[in-house]
């Protein structure tokens, strides 16, 4: 048994300086992602008996718009994820203060621009139409509209802390924070069962307050402590670099609409298809089947900035050697998507109860939405981490368009329900693999050129 700790431990601390550093932030990562996974799977069955299927149905809708709202950032984010990271690598310190300092104040103004725009014109959206929700629902779509989407601008401009940890190779924060996070929604939903009847406007109260009190402490711990010397402050405020982080950051924005698009978009079709029940169906499935997506993405996420950091320093051999580890690991998802399929309609049956009826077509499907997830992951963080991203705008443009006319196409035209909206998604995704491999072989032999370099 000492033996193979010692093992263990070897495996963890040898290696690349890099490679030790992702490591230990995978280990703390899996074990915060595993308990938030677990509490999201307990979520689900609490959640519905404290607000019903059509009341959660609406909810998960509700959020998956929010999630369009949530890249509001125009990508900037994004954008200094990575250059923040390459300032780090090159040792200049005040060029990624200058970086931090210069995000905050943009989306600053950007969000308080953005919340003055939704409270002026909420009174007049029909959200109960476009949500599709039925006369017996009571609950004030509007007043909960506007709780989540002020909430949400506070809470992009301080998770950008998040996004300075995540640049310098600390991913296993956001999960830290994801968990604690969760943990306090679950614990406080369970209070509301008990003391409250059902309320969306409590639920989406319990939703944000953690979140964006979890991330003010991180905040003021890190910017305070560790990473006192890249604390955001007025003096180092750039207005200069905003090319830079616009630039590469808006052809991450392009991309983000892209994968809600390829992702969000279906609850609303869905519940304006079928109903917010049968979103409660589509969303139970696809939680299940992701378990292995999020898990992978635990493991994957490190070498984003880690890959950033080796190609300044063109070192090309080591991103190649993570490319190959991550495929071995990319059959072992293969094998635990197959056992979950096979035990699907038990754990369906075991988690959420046995009055749940999902099709043995959309449990497949969602497998197969999974298993090209995970394999164009491997790929897309190395060319995120890259920033040539060129060909990935263009092939998101391409989803853009598609996505939602193949949905209807499918479910309606085709007869295949929801099952043909996740068929679609799953298509709309798998056009990647036509670029993506040979634009990361460009890259680990140094050969990039043209629109593979851009």
């Given at each position: 048994?000492?033996?193979?700790?010692?093992?263990?431990?070897?495996?963890?601390?040898?290696?690349?300086?890099?490679?030790?550093?992702?490591?230990?932030?995978?280990?703390?990562?899996?074990?915060?992602?595993?308990?938030?996974?677990?509490?999201?799977?307990?979520?689900?069955?609490?959640?519905?008996?404290?607000?019903?299927?059509?009341?959660?149905?609406?909810?998960?809708?509700?959020?998956?718009?929010?999630?369009w709202f949530g890249f509001l950032d125009l990508g900037i984010g994004d954008g200094l994820r990575n250059k923040f990271a390459e300032?780090?690598?090159?040792?200049?310190?005040?060029?990624?203060?200058?970086?931090?300092?210069?995000?905050?104040?943009?989306?600053?103004?950007?969000?308080?621009?953005?919340?003055?725009?939704?409270?002026?014109?909420?009174?007049?959206?029909?959200?109960?139409?476009?949500?599709?929700?039925?006369?017996?629902?009571?609950?004030?779509?509007?007043?909960?509209?506007?709780?989540?989407?002020?909430?949400?601008?506070?809470?992009?401009?301080?998770?950008?802390?998040?996004?300075?940890?995540?640049?310098?190779?600390?991913?296993?924060?956001?999960?830290?924070?994801?968990?604690?996070?969760?943990?306090?929604?679950?614990?406080?939903?369970?209070?509301?069962?008990?003391?409250?009847?059902?309320?969306?406007?409590?639920?989406?109260?319990?939703?944000?307050?953690?979140?964006?009190?979890?991330?003010?402490?991180?905040?003021?711990?890190?910017?305070?402590?560790?990473?006192?010397?890249?604390?955001?402050?007025?003096?180092?405020?750039?207005?200069?670099?905003?090319?830079?982080?616009?630039?590469?950051?808006?052809?991450?924005?392009i991309i983000q609409i892209g994968v809600l698009v390829l992702i969000s978009t279906d609850n609303i079709i869905i519940t304006q298809?079928?109903?917010?029940?049968?979103?409660?169906?589509?969303?139970?499935?696809?939680?299940?089947?992701?378990?292995?997506?999020?898990?992978?993405?635990?493991?994957?996420?490190?070498?984003?900035?880690?890959?950033?950091?080796?190609?300044?320093?063109?070192?090309?051999?080591?991103?190649?050697?993570?490319?190959?580890?991550?495929?071995?690991?990319?059959?072992?998802?293969?094998?635990?998507?197959?056992?979950?399929?096979?035990?699907?309609?038990?754990?369906?049956?075991?988690?959420?109860?046995?009055n749940f009826h999902a099709s043995f077509s959309l449990s497949l499907v969602w497998a197969l939405f999974v298993v090209v997830q995970?394999?164009?992951?491997?790929?897309?963080?190395?060319?995120?981490?890259?920033?040539?991203?060129?060909?990935?705008?263009?092939?998101?443009?391409?989803?853009?368009?598609?996505?939602?006319?193949?949905?209807?196409?499918?479910?309606?035209?085709?007869?295949?329900?929801?099952?043909?909206?996740?068929?679609?998604?799953?298509?709309?995704?798998?056009?990647?693999?036509?670029?993506?491999?040979?634009?990361?072989?460009?890259?680990?032999?140094?050969?990039?050129?043209?629109?593979?370099?851009?």
């Open positions: 048994m000492e033996k193979l700790s010692n093992r263990l431990i070897n495996s963890i601390t040898s290696g690349h300086e890099r490679s030790v550093r992702a490591k230990k932030n995978i280990i703390v990562s899996l074990f915060f992602r595993g308990g938030t996974i677990l509490i999201n799977l307990i979520l689900v069955p609490v959640l519905l008996h404290y607000l019903d299927a059509v009341r959660y149905g609406i909810w998960l809708t509700i959020v998956s718009v929010l999630a300032s780090r690598a090159a040792n200049r310190i005040q060029l990624a203060r200058e970086y931090v300092s210069t995000t905050y104040a943009l989306l600053a103004l950007m969000m308080g621009g953005f919340l003055i725009i939704i409270l002026s014109i909420t009174n007049v959206i029909p959200w109960a139409s476009i949500l599709n929700v039925p006369g017996s629902i009571n609950d004030n779509i509007g007043i909960l509209v506007i709780i989540l989407f002020s909430f949400l601008s506070i809470e992009i401009v301080d998770e950008l802390i998040i996004t300075v940890l995540i640049s310098d190779q600390k991913p296993a924060i956001r999960h830290i924070v994801d968990f604690f996070s969760k943990a306090l929604f679950l614990g406080a939903v369970l209070i509301l069962s008990y003391l409250y009847p059902p309320s969306l406007i409590y639920v989406a109260l319990s939703y944000a307050i953690p979140t964006l009190v979890i991330l003010t402490i991180v905040s003021v711990w890190f910017y305070t402590g560790e990473y006192r010397e890249f604390r955001p402050s007025v003096k180092f405020i750039k207005w200069g670099h905003y090319k830079d982080l616009l630039g590469l950051g808006f052809k991450f924005f298809l079928y109903g917010p029940a049968q979103v409660t169906v589509y969303q139970i499935v696809g939680k299940y089947f992701t378990v292995i997506q999020m898990v992978f993405m635990v493991i994957v996420t490190p070498f984003w900035s880690a890959t950033t950091e080796a190609y300044v320093k063109k070192d090309y051999a080591w991103i190649k050697s993570i490319k190959k580890k991550y495929i071995t690991l990319f059959w072992f998802g293969c094998l635990a998507l197959i056992v979950f399929l096979v035990l699907s309609p038990y754990a369906y049956r075991i988690w959420v109860g046995s995970i394999y164009t992951a491997i790929y897309f963080f190395i060319v995120n981490g890259v920033g040539n991203i060129q060909l990935q705008l263009y092939a998101y443009m391409v989803v853009i368009v598609i996505n939602i006319p193949l949905s209807v196409f499918f479910a309606k035209g085709l007869g295949m329900g929801i099952t043909g909206v996740v068929l679609a998604s799953t298509l709309c995704h798998a056009l990647h693999l036509f670029y993506l491999p040979k634009q990361v072989d460009k890259i680990v032999t140094g050969r990039l050129y043209g629109i593979w370099a851009k």
